[in-house]
Each structure stands twice: as C-alpha cells, then as structure tokens.
C-alpha cells in the first residue's frame, strides 16, 4: 500500500507504478463443435441403461459416446485465444477519431479496438475478419471488454473464490 501521508507522498512514483485498465475475455476459434457436443449430450442422456455395456460387440454404449465428447470438448477447450484490451482516453480516441475522417462508423469502431488491443496484435482488416469467423456473440464479449477498460471503475471481485464448507468458529 502507498504512502498515503499527504506530507511523504509521491504522486510521480506512484504514477510510474500506474497501469492502464485491462480486461480479457475468451473466444474460441472451434465454436462450430458446441453443435456436435449438444448432439452427443443428447444421445448421451437418451440412451437406455442397457446401453452401458462398453463391450466391441455393443459399439461402445454411453461410454464409447462419453470419450467422444470429452474429445471434442477437448478441442473447444484447446481452440481458446484470450483476448486482451486496455483502456483508451477520451484524448485518444478523439485523435483516432481525427486522423480517420474519411472512415464509417464501422470502420472507425475497428481501427479504435486495434489500438486498444495488448494480445492478440491486430490490425483493423483482421479484427473484421475476427468478426465475421467467431460471430457476434463472441465479438460483442471482445468490444464489452474494452467498454468496460475505458468506462468501468477497476475492482477485484472475491466471488470465485471457494467459500468454507464448515461452520466458522469463533474464539473468544
């Protein structure tokens, strides 16, 4: 924690500690096989408890249906890219915004999130291009991200953390 003594503090190191906002989220370059896991969940779930025998004269049953899914949902786990955006000012966009006049809105909106881009590197062209393979759905994640970089007060949220399965006990 800092110095908060008003007397002792120094505002240009802290400032040279500052980071700028970030945010990341997850897209997945083999969304298509989400339809190929519903359709062997439902198998799955609609197969008869005879079906359980994993014996080759049987085909494999649920079991032979289980290890595909895990295969498959093996290679969406695997496709995963984290996308990581930072925060622009207002000063900066309004300059983006200057040297590309001649830009749609749609356009601009792609030359804006390439500058706001840590990982993956993009250029606007790719970024379309982004768009048009992952869909909507998984593009809009990318944009909230860099909504929330520039908009959104930083905090930590505690939420994911495991809580105690047992009572708390108190000492006194």
């Known amino acids: 924690m800092s110095d908060l003594n008003p007397e002792t503090f120094d505002l240009d190191a802290w400032l040279a500690d500052a980071e700028r906002p970030e945010h990341a989220v997850t897209v997945y370059q083999k969304a298509g096989l989400i339809a190929d896991l519903d359709v062997l969940a439902a198998k799955i779930e609609n197969a008869d408890g005879d079906d359980e025998v994993d014996g080759p004269s049987m085909g494999g049953g649920t079991g032979k249906l289980r290890a595909e899914y895990e295969a498959l949902a093996k ?3 695997d496709s995963a890219l984290t996308v990581r955006v ?3 000012t207002k000063d ?3 300059a983006i915004l200057e040297e590309n006049k001649d830009l749609d809105a749609t356009a601009l909106g792609f030359v804006v999130l390439s500058r706001a ?3 993956p590197v993009a250029s606007p062209d790719q970024l379309r291009k982004l768009n048009k393979v992952i869909g909507d759905a998984q593009f809009n994640r990318i944009l909230q991200a860099f909504y929330q970089a520039c908009g959104e007060m930083p905090v930590v949220s505690a939420d994911f953390l495991p809580r105690s399965s047992g009572r708390e006990t108190t000492e006194g």
Request: no cysteine; glycine share 0%.
């Open 92 to 94: 900066e966009q309004k």
């Open 117 to 119: 881009l840590v990982h």
């Open 75 to 77: 290679q969406f786990h």
């Open 86 to 88: 930072q925060s622009l």
